[in-house]
């Protein structure tokens, strides 16, 4: 996979523009390349780490993979400063009135580097220190570039500085409608799997509603939530004083909860389910009670399952949190929406990264909190 992505990092770098001087936020601009820029030789040094990966990926041995993960945080983390480099060839005064938009070459570029660092920390599988650390060189670098005014000629960040309070709020309100909507489905899912336990006829019951809204498309379930909440609402005013109405939060909560349950709950029984009868039988030997037995056995050797059930249910409700914008939810959706009336793709942009980002990042964090419970139960178990 990474020699792939490589190919494709530099055809993007050969063929495509990297970025789009543009005179304003609607004009597609004039499209400018590598080789444009620098010149074939120059270009090719340019390329040289990517070539370098590629050589690496050709026969992958351990070592060469964690130095290909070292080659890919260090390009990443140059990323900014290269582009901010690039822009200064064709924008002389970052305050003026051009704009540089980020173009075909280099999204792809940034993608495939990003998707190789998943794909060689996967394979590696390190502990949650080394991700930590990957994370932190590759966002810290972008953010000190941010505010060092590096990349204060993109067309993405002037749209950000227009809106820098509206962000900020449409950040928080994002965090929360996906904290709440996760914590509220892992409770409910809990509930659910030790009925599922405990009365084994529910099972298919249980999961077969949890498929059936699964399935409805989220506009739709969107939709179908308007009216029974706008009723409630005008039934019962201290409904509509705490905010529960046909459009707003409340129908968004609702939608992201249900399509939270189907993985939460799945995963969480499979996780109680599967842990090993004899040590549970070990357990309630040695005299533990059943509450003991449960909260000092079973939902530790389950915890990793669980990691992995929030992990999938949390960047998905992530995604979908995003869709909530049109009922009025805020969110970073909402920038989405207006940049796509307005034609505005740059603020379209400043939705769509930081909503792909914090998915990415959970998904990274959580993933290594559950490899790290793993290797904590096999670490018990050999000791």
Known sequence: M?????GLAVLALWG?????????????GTGHGLIEALGTGPALLVMLPLALVMALAWRPTRGREALMLMLVTAMLAAMPWALSLFIGQFIDDPGGAARAAVSGASWLVGFALILMLIDLRQRLQPGALVTLVLIA???????????????????LVQEYEVRRA???????????????????????????????RRVAGVRQGVLGVLSFIQTIPSLALFGLLLA??????SR?????????QGIGWAPALLALVGYSL???????????????????????????????VFFQVRLPLALPLLIEGIRITTVQAIGLAAVAALIGAGGLGTFIFQGLGQAAMNLVMLGALPIVLMAMLVDALLKALADAARRGDADDRTG
């Open 236 to 244: 019962f005013p201290l409904l509509s004083d705490l905010g529960i």
């Open 137 to 155: 060189v590759s966002l810290g670098s972008l953010g000190v570039a941010f505010g060092r005014g590096a990349l204060d000629s993109l067309a």
């Open 166 to 196: 509206a962000f900020a709020e449409a950040i928080v309100n994002h965090l929360i409608l996906v904290g709440v909507a996760v914590g509220a489905s892992l409770v409910l899912a809990l509930g659910l799997a030790l009925w599922m």
């Open 228 to 233: 029974p909440l706008a009723w409630l609402a």
């Open 2 to 6: 990474v020699l792939a992505l490589g």
């Open 262 to 292: 189907l993985p939460m709950t799945r995963n969480t029984f499979i996780a109680l389910d599967g842990v090993d009868p004899d040590v549970i039988e070990a357990a309630r030997g040695m005299g533990l009670a059943p509450l003991q």
């Open 16 to 28: 495509l523009d990297a970025v789009r001087i543009q005179p304003n936020r609607i004009v597609s």
